[in-house]
């Protein structure tokens, strides 16, 4: 039931991210006509901007974050711990609070550019971003924190979102003003935010996967099974249909 339920769901969703982008183009040749005044279309055309970026939240609040894993029937076979846990920890703790760091970053550093002209944000230092970075580990580590760092990811996504929407609508060129622009091989912003989301997401699972309940504090980690990557499998699954949502609209 649950199974079925899920493929449902995904459905829904991959048919609704296939029809909105032609909806919004349509909306946007109604805009044109009037592109000085405010009318109904314009308005309808704005607003579409935050339908994917809270799709995206909203699904990854409710199945990307509160992981379950299975920690029955620890034999020494199937279990990471010593050096090379430590490896593992050390590695996804430092990646995951580098790109929260920098995402952050880019979100301040858009509203910065766009909103508040004349006011330079300065780029932090080599000791400044260090220090930031071991303070999100800090947090990544402490549970009621790493929950609270999920949601600021969440809200930082959308405000990225609204920025790089405002971007598309008013024709603005992002230059090397702008901190997203070492990311911009990729010539789409809305698809460099969703890759970074997504790094961070996989980045977050695994952390969730190695910090599960005791498992830091026993310091042994029990090996993924196969019901332990459904939900990285799951999530795969819906961010390809938000790049395909990304690609068709561009």
């Given at each position: 039931m649950i199974i079925k339920n899920n493929t449902t769901n995904l459905l829904v969703t991959v048919s609704f991210l296939l029809i909105l982008p032609l909806v919004q183009k349509q909306w946007f040749n109604l805009y044109s006509f009037n592109i000085n005044d405010i009318s109904f279309y314009s308005v309808l055309y704005y607003l579409s901007g935050t339908i994917c970026p809270s799709l995206v939240c909203l699904n990854s609040f409710k199945n990307y974050t509160y992981y379950n894993f299975n920690k029955n029937d620890i034999h020494s076979k199937h279990i990471i711990n010593g050096?090379?846990?430590?490896?593992?920890?050390?590695?996804?703790?430092?990646?995951?609070?580098?790109?929260?760091?920098?995402?952050?970053?880019?979100?301040?550093?858009?509203?910065?550019n766009l909103f508040l002209e004349g006011i330079k944000l300065p780029k932090p230092d080599i000791l400044h971003f260090v220090f930031f970075?071991?303070?999100i580990s800090i947090l990544l580590i402490i549970k009621k924190s790493k929950f609270l760092l999920k949601k600021i990811i969440l809200i930082n996504f959308i405000l990225i979102s609204l920025c790089l929407w405002h971007l598309q609508i008013n024709n603005i060129n992002v230059d090397d003003q702008f901190h997203i622009f070492r990311y911009f091989g990729l010539n789409d912003l809305n698809l460099i935010n969703i890759f970074i989301l997504l790094a961070i997401e996989i980045s977050f699972f695994t952390w969730s996967f190695?910090?599960?309940?005791?498992?830091?504090?026993?310091?042994?980690?029990?090996?993924?099974?196969?019901?332990?990557?459904?939900?990285?499998?799951?999530?795969?699954?819906?961010?390809?249909?938000?790049?395909?949502?990304?690609?068709?609209?561009?």
């Amino acid at each position: 039931m649950i199974i079925k339920n899920n493929t449902t769901n995904l459905l829904v969703t991959v048919s609704f991210l296939l029809i909105l982008p032609l909806v919004q183009k349509q909306w946007f040749n109604l805009y044109s006509f009037n592109i000085n005044d405010i009318s109904f279309y314009s308005v309808l055309y704005y607003l579409s901007g935050t339908i994917c970026p809270s799709l995206v939240c909203l699904n990854s609040f409710k199945n990307y974050t509160y992981y379950n894993f299975n920690k029955n029937d620890i034999h020494s076979k199937h279990i990471i711990n010593g050096r090379r846990l430590l490896l593992l920890v050390a590695i996804n703790l430092i990646f995951l609070s580098y790109f929260i760091a920098d995402y952050l970053y880019i979100n301040f550093d858009l509203i910065f550019n766009l909103f508040l002209e004349g006011i330079k944000l300065p780029k932090p230092d080599i000791l400044h971003f260090v220090f930031f970075i071991f303070s999100i580990s800090i947090l990544l580590i402490i549970k009621k924190s790493k929950f609270l760092l999920k949601k600021i990811i969440l809200i930082n996504f959308i405000l990225i979102s609204l920025c790089l929407w405002h971007l598309q609508i008013n024709n603005i060129n992002v230059d090397d003003q702008f901190h997203i622009f070492r990311y911009f091989g990729l010539n789409d912003l809305n698809l460099i935010n969703i890759f970074i989301l997504l790094a961070i997401e996989i980045s977050f699972f695994t952390w969730s996967f190695l910090s599960y309940k005791t498992n830091l504090s026993d310091w042994i980690v029990k090996k993924p099974q196969k019901g332990d990557l459904i939900p990285f499998l799951n999530m795969f699954s819906f961010y390809f249909f938000i790049i395909i949502y990304y690609s068709i609209l561009a």
